[in-house]
């Protein structure tokens, strides 16, 4: 299939309503979380979702259009972080395709990997538009590991891991969950999504 | 619409009647130029004196100021603490408090940091305070933005207060079932999937029949789209957004090219 | 189980769809339908006696309990709630965790969880869609297993939001079966609905919302009065009884046999 | 030329062991309204996708037979060239609103929009359709602070302001209180005297008995019956397929052996005739005993 029916295929209205909502799902999803008090932002679970039943192309659009979407509306913060939005969508949709998506500790593992993927965008980012700081509760560690005399870059690297590894490994275990338990007719309509049901 | 889901500000200024893709244009341009031109201080201060100089006029001032003293206030005062104390940098120590010492170069360097970010800010307000988004989608419809993009730019922010109702009555419908969402951290964390999977289920669950409406509204109809909004551009604002493009890519070009030329 | 609610006050944030001093008292083992418009408080009501929602002014008791004094989920011990959209609830992947969800949340071993969660299943005959995923079944069939999930709980209150919406009538009639069997364990039965035949010919006692307070609170006969009916337009007698006054009966019918009864009398 | 025309219309869901539809066949002249029932599971919805030709396009599956509307076989023709011919409302009003506009008003023009209609001819046709909605004084509401009903009405108002010749709902009054079920069956009524045909899916079974040309019953995929009101719904066929009866025709088929509805008269499908059938054997019975 050339790449142009395959973005066709990917990129179907019912594939954009289900990007729509998932963007939504992105924003509202911090809502649940902070009304559970738990340390997890759960802001990329419709990009992963996304990623696992319409691909790579459409998470990465996703997580993109989540953080420009939402900076537009109220924190352009968010937007400065849309490329690394982009990474998490694209490849949480590679791990899929390539089977680690199946069982649920390959979900745990494809958590890992997306850490790892998106750190490598995060950190230039957050040390030469932010300071190495963003005003979130990270701030800490990183000011931690400066007092014990790392240079900012390093620091940065610590702290984009840690904050982001138990995040992105319960926001891929969640995905991996629901797309389980979505309906066979709903999930039938996503010609990927066999890479996680089978 | 909940207003609090949107930076839009009705009003009818004369920023508000500029073209869309007019003051998108200046935001990425002034985004370019500050961080990656020269660099210095002028490369912060000069977009972001000229997006509050335009927000004054249209009298959309005051907002912005406060929404960016909202958004930037405690980043900044985390910058000046981190960078102050513990910027590696830090020769001149103005001030010690036991172990450590307040670092002029730190102060400057974080001073240099928050100013960059005000200034973006400022630039991307312009656009955001005065330009309700659906005009915007259209804007970039118009220039040849792929349809499907525009819905996945516009959507969103409407579908935002309908979906974001669910949390509550979800809550409420599995506290019904004896949920608990205080207690320990493993009890708080036990309630999520409770909690967020009815969410995620019933909205994607949702997307089926949302997919259906916009087919048959002729989502994907073959035919070119019009428009029942008329946006106003005037050839004016056509070269003063080639003009933007061009300085700020010349800028960029220029700081490239020292960066290369400099370090061989 | 008593309710009691007493000079109850309540308005959304908004300031939408409030309670204006709405008192009652509800018997153990009544049969009730609360009915009116959407927006008419009947939703907002029904959350206070889960203690979902507390009252700006006036106070609710279930039994000796007040609901500002026990958390929601102390409140599900003694009132269970059927959500009108059952997508909003359902969230395991098998009917069988979907039904066990509550006992275990109330603190049930797990061999009182097994016992209840088997008979409930048999009750609404559920047993062959036990290992079944929810979202694989129709809408219905999803309602049932929330009606399930709510039973369960084996409480004494049991309120079902707009249980009929959806339902084709074999299964209106297996929900009737079962409001008979709970009338049987007396269990107090609360049900927002629209659907005022199906509330006839199941409930006993009718109290009607406008606008945040209660203006009717009768038996069905003397409720489903000629003069009453030609003041509201937020309900469709049901059939019979608008048969019985198109027939000119003075007494409404709520059911078949009685509306022939008065056709035999002339 | 029929609006409709279905022959052997078989459908299986992708995945699905069974079929949904089998062996459908009908056809339907323009202007009339068909009601469509059958229990929960029966293909209700099913076919209501088939008639607007989102089957197969969208839902992939195998398909055999042919569906015709306004003489496009909708198997050749994707959905986006059917909207200006066929509209669609389903059963949750909130769900069918684009998410792109802001006003009733601009919501009502996002069909016009897609289908290029030049801007100058937008404003008479929404206003005309909000009129017909009774939504025209909400113009500038936002739709997402509507109530139930009234979102419902704006769904039908951005389907009917494309004048499709055929109009489909699928339980559209299932979500709304009677004011909203009324004000909806009140707008269908009008499309239909406005010569739209109309496919209408229902549990409300009252209202389709009084209203509706035809009725079309469906169980297991398949039409068991398909005749006019009074006879489809006096027929034992649509209570063995889980469908059941209006409480009148009940009434009056357990008053015929005590003989207190005229045996020449057919059982009644609506609180009207049943009235009349009662009127008439209670004065039978004054005649023979009059000193009741």
């Known amino acids: 299939m050339s790449l142009k029916e395959q973005l066709k295929q990917d990129f179907s209205t019912l594939t954009l309503a289900l990007i729509a909502v998932a963007i939504v799902l992105n924003i509202v999803l911090g809502q649940t979380v902070s009304l559970l008090k738990l340390p997890i932002f759960l802001d990329s679970i419709g990009t992963v979702l996304v990623a696992l039943l319409a691909g790579p192309w459409a998470g990465a659009l996703t997580g993109l259009l989540t953080n420009l979407i939402w900076g537009l509306i109220s924190d352009p913060v968010a937007a400065a972080f849309a490329p690394v939005a982009l990474v998490i969508g694209l490849v949480a949709g590679l791990c899929a395709k390539y089977g680690l998506f199946k069982q649920w500790w390959q979900a745990i593992l494809s958590g890992v990997i997306i850490t790892l993927a998106l750190s490598i965008i995060a950190i230039p980012i957050r040390v030469y538009m932010f300071g190495g700081v963003t005003g979130s509760g990270a701030d800490f560690i990183t000011a931690y590991l400066l007092a014990t005399g790392k240079d900012l870059f390093s620091a940065v690297i610590i702290t984009v891991i840690t904050d982001n590894l138990i995040d992105k490994v319960a926001t891929a275990l969640l995905a991996w969950a629901i797309v389980k338990g979505l309906p066979r007719r709903f999930t039938a309509r996503f010609q990927r999504s066999s890479s996680v049901i089978g | 619409m909940s207003t609090h889901f949107s930076l839009y500000q009705p009003g009818s200024s004369y920023l508000h009647r500029l073209h869309p893709l007019t003051k998108l244009t200046f935001s990425l341009a002034a985004a370019v130029v500050v961080f990656g031109g020269p660099g210095g201080w002028l490369a912060a201060l000069f977009p972001g004196l000229l997006a509050m100089l335009l927000l004054w006029r249209a009298g959309l001032a005051w907002r912005a100021a406060l929404t960016i003293f909202r958004l930037l206030a405690l980043l900044t005062v985390v910058l000046f603490l981190v960078h102050g104390f513990l910027n590696p940098h830090n020769k001149s120590i103005l001030l010690s408090l036991g172990p450590f010492g307040l670092g002029q170069e730190g102060l400057a360097y974080a001073a240099l940091v928050a100013l960059r970010l005000a200034a973006t800010l400022a630039a991307s307000l312009l656009l955001t305070v005065s330009t309700q988004p659906a005009h915007l989608v259209q804007a970039l419809a118009e220039a040849g933005l792929p349809y499907g993009l525009a819905y996945l730019l516009g959507s969103p922010l409407l579908l935002l207060p309908q979906i974001a109702g669910r949390v509550r009555s979800i809550q409420a419908a599995q506290q019904a079932r004896g949920l608990k969402t205080e207690g320990s951290l493993l009890q708080r964390a036990r309630a999520l999937f409770p909690l967020a999977a009815p969410l995620i289920f019933s909205t994607l669950v949702d997307v089926e029949e949302r997919s259906l409406a916009l087919e048959v509204r002729g989502f994907s109809a073959p035919n070119p789209k019009t428009s029942l909004n008329e946006l106003v551009d005037s050839p004016a604002q056509r070269t003063a957004r080639w003009i933007m493009i061009l300085l700020a890519g010349l800028l960029l070009a220029v700081e490239l090219s020292w960066r290369v030329y400099a370090s061989h | ?266 | 030329m029929p609006a409709i025309e279905v022959s052997s219309l078989t459908y299986t869901y992708p995945g699905a062991r069974a079929p949904a539809l089998q062996g459908i066949t009908f056809q339907v002249e323009p202007g009339q309204l068909i009601g469509v029932v059958g229990a929960n599971g029966a293909g209700k919805s099913s076919l209501c996708l088939a008639l607007a030709g989102l089957i197969p396009a969208l839902f992939h599956g195998q398909m055999q037979g042919t569906v015709k509307v306004c003489g496009l076989d909708t198997r050749l023709h994707t959905p986006g060239q059917l909207a200006g011919k066929i509209g669609l409302v389903l059963q949750n009003p909130a769900s069918q609103l684009s998410g792109m506009r802001y006003t009733v008003y601009e919501e009502t023009a996002f069909g016009l929009e897609n289908l290029g209609v030049p801007r100058s001819e937008m404003p008479a046709r929404i206003e005309r359709v909000l009129q017909q909605v009774g939504l025209a004084a909400l113009g500038e509401r936002s739709p997402y602070t509507l109530s139930g009903g009234q979102q419902q009405r704006l769904a039908l108002a951005s389907v009917l302001v494309l004048e499709p010749a055929v109009l489909i709902l699928d339980e559209p009054t299932t979500m709304l209180d009677p004011q909203g079920s009324q004000a909806v069956f009140k707008i269908i009524r009008e499309a239909v005297e406005a010569g739209t045909t109309v496919i209408l899916a229902e549990h409300h079974l009252e209202w389709i008995a009084r209203y509706a040309d035809r009725v079309i019953a469906l169980a297991g995929g398949e039409v068991i019956l398909d005749g006019l009101p009074e006879e489809v719904f006096s027929s034992p066929l649509l209570l063995e397929a889980g469908i059941g009866w209006l409480r009148c025709t009940v009434a009056a088929q357990q008053a015929s052996p005590l003989g207190l509805w005229p045996a020449s008269m057919p059982l009644p499908v609506t609180i009207d005739a049943a009235a009349a059938g009662f009127s008439k054997a209670a004065r039978k019975l004054r005649d023979v005993d009059p000193d009741q």
């Open chain 3, 1 to 266: 189980m008593l309710i009691q609610i007493n000079n109850v006050c309540f308005s959304y944030p908004g300031g939408v769809e409030a309670l204006l001093d709405v008192s009652l008292t509800v018997q153990p083992g009544e049969m009730i339908a609360l009915v009116g418009a959407n927006g008419s408080g009947k939703t907002t009501l029904a959350r206070h006696l889960i203690g979902l929602l507390q009252p700006q002014a006036g106070s609710i008791q279930i039994g000796d309990w007040a609901t500002s004094e026990h958390a929601p989920s102390q409140m599900a011990r003694r009132v269970a709630y059927v959500f009108q959209n059952p997508d909003e609830q359902l969230f395991c992947q098998r009917v069988w965790d979907e039904v066990a969800f509550g006992p275990q949340n109330l603190g049930c071993t797990p061999a009182e969880v097994t016992s209840r969660v088997k008979s409930t299943l048999e009750w609404l005959n559920l047993q062959a869609e036990e290992q079944v995923n929810p979202r694989d079944l129709i809408y219905s069939i999803r309602k049932r297993v929330a009606l399930a999930s709510a039973l369960v709980m084996q409480t004494p209150v049991l309120i079902l939001d707009e249980p009929t919406a959806g339902l084709d009538s074999r299964e209106q009639a297996q929900l009737s079966q079962v409001l008979a069997s709970l009338r049987l364990q007396q269990k107090t039965v609360i049900v927002i609905t629209h659907d005022m035949d199906f509330a006839a010919e199941n409930l006993d006692r009718f109290i009607y919302l406008q606008n945040g307070s209660v203006l009717a609170d009768a038996q069905a006969s003397a409720f489903f009065s000629a003069e009453f009916l030609s003041q509201t337009s937020d309900l469709i007698a049901p059939q019979m009884v608008r048969l019985s006054f198109s027939l000119g009966h003075t007494q409404p019918s709520l059911c078949a046999d009685q509306l022939l009864r008065n056709v035999s009398t002339g």
